[in-house]
């Protein structure tokens, strides 16, 4: 079956950087679309960037030039670097595959960033 399985998130001071890792299992991962979501306290959850098959990246208004979305098709990973982090960064982030209709989901990392 579909796992993903984050790894990564922790505590940094504002203007720190963390690395998300995401491994994949179950799919081809080289013909898929990969997205990291994000879910802050008392909030919506939203998608924070994306990384095609063919690596085409496209990412949130709030994140954009600080985060980069990264694939090795070769390890089944998806990665989110973060850097310049901002108290506002601060949610659980989500790995985040479809497969025709249907989603699979990680079980989240946390990341809090502290002023």
């Known amino acids: 079956q579909v796992q993903l399985v984050e790894s990564g998130g922790g505590l940094v001071q504002a203007g720190g950087s963390l690395r998300l890792s995401c491994a994949a299992s179950?799919?081809?991962?080289?013909?898929?679309?990969m997205d990291w979501y994000r879910q802050a306290p008392g909030k919506q959850r939203e998608l924070a960037a994306t990384i095609t098959s063919g690596g085409s990246t496209n990412y949130a208004d709030s994140v954009k030039g600080r985060f980069t979305i990264a694939r090795d098709n070769a390890a089944n990973t998806v990665y989110l670097q973060m850097n310049s982090l901002k108290p506002e960064d601060t949610a659980v982030y989500y790995c985040?595959?479809?497969?025709?209709?249907?989603?699979?989901w990680g079980q989240g990392t946390q990341v809090t960033v502290s002023s």
């Open positions: 179950g799919i081809i991962f080289s013909i898929n679309n």
């Open positions: 985040h595959v479809r497969l025709r209709m249907t989603h699979y």
